[in-house]
Nanobody, 123 residues
């Protein structure tokens, strides 16, 4: 069982930046960030193959968000720049040792989930 503890959410004005962190308690092969806007489905934002470092992004965040993983700290990050009001959501960290889907941005791929952290972007 892997525990995921997120931090770094908050409120920011449009155009601002935030960095989310997710500390993992055990081994994972891939990790990702998902978000759930109010009244909408949870969607994939960015993901990373921990061992190889390959990254994947949703089109809506490409060029603005950067996902990274610190192997020494076993911590996942999401650096979010040029934030927009549409980025407002609860952001979740996800991880798995054995992916159940080949799509890195598919929520069914992941076994473990963090508690979520709120990101609010005001115009």
């Amino acid at each position: 069982q892997v525990q995921l503890v997120e931090s770094g959410g908050g409120s920011v004005q449009a155009g601002g930046s935030l960095t989310l962190s997710c500390a993992a308690s055990g081994y994972t092969s891939s990790m990702g960030w998902f978000r759930q806007p109010p009244g909408k489905e949870r969607e994939g934002v960015a993901a990373i193959w921990v061992l190889g470092g390959l990254t994947y992004y949703a089109g809506s965040v490409k060029g603005r968000f950067t996902i990274s993983h610190d192997n020494a700290k076993n911590t996942l990050y999401l650096k979010m720049n040029s934030l927009k009001p549409d980025d407002t959501a609860v952001y979740y960290c996800a991880a798995t040792e054995r992916p159940s889907s080949s799509d890195y941005l598919d929520k069914s791929r992941y076994k473990y989930w963090g508690q979520g952290t709120q990101v609010t972007v005001s115009s």
